[in-house]
């Protein structure tokens, strides 16, 4: 019975989780405002709103990380954060209004417009250029067919959890009531309810697997996706401490003997004589004294919050002795076992693995369901045609990239595109020209091995002015920049690498990655060599 109650209990609890936070409009809207307080959210909401827009404005295009981080900053204050709540719950009405419809799509016309209104404040001239639409790029919401089932099925949640859980507590209770040994009813039910408590803590716990997920397609995406589901989940998992202390508080009711609270007070007043009776034990308590002074002078806020939290659970501990003696559930026995460290051990232990398992198990999970779909070469032929399998590579015509390392992804001076090597294959480049160079960091920049020198007059010949200027800023023209040839790390540079520089293991990684996923797809790998 008490494991049918604690089971339906962790239900309700999800139930609740669901109703509160994915099914409500309102809810949805506060995890959207408080995810909007995450700076992996904003960072990436910004960046994938400017990225769009690059390719048709210049001043985008060399500007870029600038505009990113000022539409960044934007993005949290009250005003922006107000209107983006407005436009979840305006989209999640769309969404679980819908039956058949695969993609809803939601304007955000008024929080872009909150966004520009609230950058013309800061910088006018900025703000003229921002694309009205700068929130697009962030409004397609896209559901599946589980999805789809998921709205459908809401409403029987929304109805049934509170049920679910009365009757699992009421379960529990009459177990109680009912054991012929109630100590030991109460210390089963305790540990128990602890360690079903870190099923959701270990759910939660796999919320970074979801950045790693993202990483190899974009790393921002990843993390502001592993930011929405960490505060989408952090009413769960606080739902699971929440049982996993009231767990460990109900083992602990019976204590010794089942006495009252005044007999436990007289002991525990006992201990704390016995401690300043012994040297060692005073030694202990004045080091532990010591570090929680200094953790109230460095950081109070963190420390009340604590002791709050422990007076809290003593005070529910006292009231359950209180109650449970009341209804004479506990009686007074000087013959009960007490509870062994090693019983005490056992519990932690198995908590402990109940939430590695349930984290392990999720981001099992989360991978196996991310994984791409392997191709089939009998049903793709080659590059998307059975014809080309056949046919030599010269005769074939290919879309190629020029200069495709040369992104505003990649925060590149004058980028000449506006996407990753991975967007642009997904987009059907096959070809990709790129250029290699020694480089190496220094100063927060990536500065070119300039082993033959630079000319400055053939720099703004090629390049025109501004080139040469920022050149000359970083230093890359005044002989600040290595000419010694011994730093030899592989970037993948546009003539000069403090203009803009990605890894070169990073690009061929994620090619490869690709062709992993496209088995029967060729590329063409151009590689201008200066290394």
Known sequence: ?????????????????LTTSILSGPGFGDVVEQTFQKQAVRDYVADQATLRYASSSK?????????????????KSPAVTSAVRTFAETAHEQIFSTDETIRSNAAASSAATTIRTAMQSIDPDLAA???????DATTN??????????????????GLYIPVGLVGLGLVLLALRKARRPVSGFRFTGWTLAVAGM???????????????????????????????????????????????????????????CSGVRVRFERAVGNVRRIRATPRLQVWLGLTVIVLAAWLMVAPGGLLRIVGFLLGALAIFAALIVIMRALRVLEPDQTLRRIRKRSIWSVVLAMLLCAAVTTTATAAVIVVTNLPKQADPRADGCNGSVELCMQPLNQI???????????TAYNFFSAEHTLTIPEQLNQG????????????????????????GASEDEVRQDFGDDAARQLERLGALTGVADTSGKKQDVYLCHDYCELGAIKSSTIFSEINDFLNRNLTDVLIVDVEDYV
Do not use: C
């Open 429 to 452: 480049a096959r070809a990709l020209l790129i250029d290699a160079y020694y480089g190496y960091q220094q100063g927060g920049i990536v500065r070119t091995n300039l082993t033959g």
């Open 129 to 135: 250029k921002l694309p009205t639409s700068v929130l």
């Open 141 to 158: 919401l896209s559901q599946n067919v589980w999805v789809d089932r998921a709205i459908r099925w809401s409403a029987w949640i929304e």
């Open 397 to 407: 015509l290919w879309p190629g990239s020029h200069n495709a390392m040369s992104s």
């Open 1 to 17: 019975m008490v494991l049918l109650g604690i089971g339906m209990m962790i239900l309700s609890a999800t139930g609740w989780w």
């Open 199 to 257: 099923v959701p803590v270990g759910l939660g716990a796999a919320t970074p697997v979801f950045a790693l997920v993202g990483r190899n397609v974009d790393p921002g995406r990843g993390a502001a996706v592993a930011a929405f589901v960490g505060v989408l989940l952090s009413d769960l998992v606080t739902a699971g401490l929440v049982f996993s202390g009231i767990g460990l508080l109900l083992a602990l009711v019976p204590g010794r003997d």
């Open 59 to 75: 001043f985008l295009t060399a500007a870029r990380p600038v505009v990113a981080k000022a539409v960044a900053e934007i993005l």
